[in-house]
């Protein structure tokens, strides 16, 4: 079982982290990969670095949820750390897109799919979704979607 290119960046960074014992950022390495272990032992496959970066982005959107709801609730102590890991954790995801790149993309993706209205939105999301992994909170593409469609 051969280790995928970004799998086995994420494990040569949590090594050169327990040699630097960088405490804070080897946790969040070690919460990133417990993920991706989880997810290889629960299906008995083996990720390839697309799904390591959908997981990857699924964790950059919990700790966005969770930063909004601790700064509502006053817990700044809990948004530092949020804050520390979702940078760890944005360090193995690729560069995310611009706003005109985003714009380029949602325009390539309506004219492909052919949408016309607010009914086609998910056939503009799912090809989104393929091409913007990682890259961009699929949030906030959903919201440009819906305002350029609707």
Do not use: C, Y
């Amino acid at each position: 079982m051969s280790d995928t290119g970004l799998k086995h960046s994420i494990t040569e960074a949590m090594k050169a982290a327990m040699r630097a014992r960088d405490q804070k950022r080897l946790g969040t390495i070690r919460l990133m990969l417990a993920d991706i272990k989880r997810i290889e032992v629960d299906e008995r496959i083996e990720l390839d670095d697309a799904r390591i970066l959908a997981v990857l982005d699924k964790m950059q959107k919990q700790r966005r949820d969770s930063i909004e709801q601790f700064a509502q609730a006053g817990r700044q102590d809990l948004v530092d750390i949020e804050t520390a890991e979702m940078e760890v954790i944005q360090t193995f995801l690729p560069a995310p897109f611009t706003d005109e790149e985003l714009e380029i993309l949602i325009e390539q993706a309506i004219t492909e799919s052919g949408a016309e209205s607010a009914k086609d939105m998910g056939k503009v999301m799912g090809l989104l979704k393929q091409r913007a992994q990682g890259r961009a909170d699929m949030t906030a593409i959903n919201k440009k979607v819906k305002a350029r469609l609707g």
